[in-house]
Nanobody, 117 residues
Framework: QVQLQESGPGLVKPSQTLSLTCTVS??????????WSWIRRPPGKGLEWMAVIAYDGSTYYSPSLKSRASISRGTSKNQFALHLSSVTPEDTAVYYC?????????WGQGTQVTLSS
């Protein structure tokens, strides 16, 4: 069973770059047909899909975030990461990493990111 654990700074200042990491266990980020995503939930709003990196390294982004978001992976550490530049208070949210194995979905517990000046 795939397990995911997010890690991040908790507090970020406006205009900075937010960097989050998801550590994967119980599966490899290069396993065929697996896809690894970042999804967030702003306070009082629904889930927002942000970006995905597939098992082959291909990436796709939400059109609304494409100019600011970058998703990458570290195969040696079995991790994938999200970098979101030029953050604003609207980026305050709980950020989740997510895995789709072709048959099942798995979620991390989420990490709260708050913009604070």
């Amino acid at each position: 069973q795939v397990q995911l654990q997010e890690s991040g700074p908790g507090l970020v200042k406006p205009s900075q770059t937010l960097s989050l990491t998801c550590t994967v266990s119980g599966g490899s980020i290069t396993d065929s047909y697996y896809a690894w995503s970042w999804i967030r939930r702003p306070p009082g709003k629904g889930l927002e899909w942000m970006a995905v990196i597939a098992y082959d390294g291909s990436t796709y982004y939400s059109p609304s975030l494409k100019s600011r978001a970058s998703i990458s992976r570290g195969t040696s550490k079995n991790q994938f990461a999200l970098h979101l530049s030029s953050v604003t208070p609207e980026d305050t949210a709980v950020y989740y990493c997510n895995a789709f194995t072709g048959r099942s979905w798995y979620w991390g517990q989420g990490t709260q990111v708050t913009l604070s000046s």
